[in-house]
């Protein structure tokens, strides 16, 4: 398997663990990603104020990919899901993608719509699959209780996604994470969003929304939490300091991108899936399953 790796913005400058464990399992499972020069935002940002815009730079990442012959393997949920529906749209409405076309053709670009577009979490469930994700296990994480984190755009819209999971009832996060040997634990308001999208307009309801999943899931008793996007993990990694500090309580629980967990259930040393990386220590954590 070979894909087009597309890193997305936040990944590289604020969570490298999320790069670095994930290409560290991909190597572990024969999965090649190859590093495209030239790939950019995906436009997300600028959606809400451009469209046009937006969906031109995400048109030109495609076009990069799709020039390479190869599908895109993002590890970002909304560069999937702002990627996946531009290529939709570009692909089913003929007056649309001409005019974007118009606006490729100047640097040198169009748009065929050759490609697909999938997270690696999704890469994992469907292609590689949980009984081989089993067969790769070394060491045993069946003492670790772990609460998945899905987020907004994952799984939404699902028609965007072929309705692959169910984004009211998802599963597939859950069950790569008890392939790896550890226990999936439920709580409330799963579903909920992590709040990162509005902390740049209103911080006091995205800390109150984080807060409140932080809550749920301590009270589920979870070891930890685990999650596939990094500005989810940004929100509770990197700020849940500032969330302990604004509400004077204490969490100190451990964020582990779902590669990580994955990577240490394969026997891979804890530095090589950028655990040290991570702002809340796992140091007990990893005690826990030594």
Request: charged share 30%; proline share 3%; net charge negative.
């Amino acid at each position: 398997m070979k894909y087009a790796f597309y890193l997305g913005c936040i990944t590289p400058y604020r969570v490298p663990q999320n790069e670095i464990s994930t290409k560290r399992i991909a190597k572990e499972l024969d999965i090649e990603l190859v590093d495209v020069d030239g790939f950019s935002c995906c436009g997300f940002p600028i959606k809400n104020v451009s469209y046009e815009a937006a969906l031109l730079s995400a048109a030109r990442n495609l076009c990069l990919a799709e020039e390479k012959g190869l599908d895109i393997c993002t590890i970002c949920s909304a560069c999937t899901s702002t990627l996946v529906e531009a290529n939709k749209e570009l692909k089913e409405n003929k007056e649309l993608r001409e005019k974007v076309n118009e606006g490729l053709t100047k640097i040198g670009h169009e748009f065929k719509g050759s490609i697909k577009v999938r997270n690696f979490a999704r890469i994992l469930y469907e292609d590689i699959g949980v009984d081989e994700i089993k067969e790769k296990v070394k060491k045993d994480l069946g003492s670790l209780k772990l609460a998945v984190h899905y987020g907004c755009h994952y799984l939404r819209p699902s028609d965007i996604y072929e309705n692959f999971d169910d984004p009211e009832n998802p599963k597939s996060l859950d069950e790569l994470i008890r392939a790896a040997g550890a226990k999936s634990v439920d709580y409330e308001d799963k579903k909920q969003c992590c709040g990162n999208v509005i902390v740049g307009i209103d911080p006091d309801i995205s800390w109150f929304l984080a807060k409140e999943k932080l809550d749920h899931i301590k009270t589920s008793g979870a070891d930890a939490m685990t999650l596939i996007c990094p500005a989810c993990g940004t929100q509770y990694d990197t700020n849940q300091r500032v969330i302990e500090s604004n509400f004077k309580v204490t969490y100190k629980l451990p964020i582990l991108y779902l590669n990580q967990v994955l990577g240490l259930a394969f026997g891979i040393e804890p530095n090589e899936l950028g655990l040290n990386l991570n702002r809340v220590k796992t140091d007990e954590l990893l005690n826990k399953i030594e």
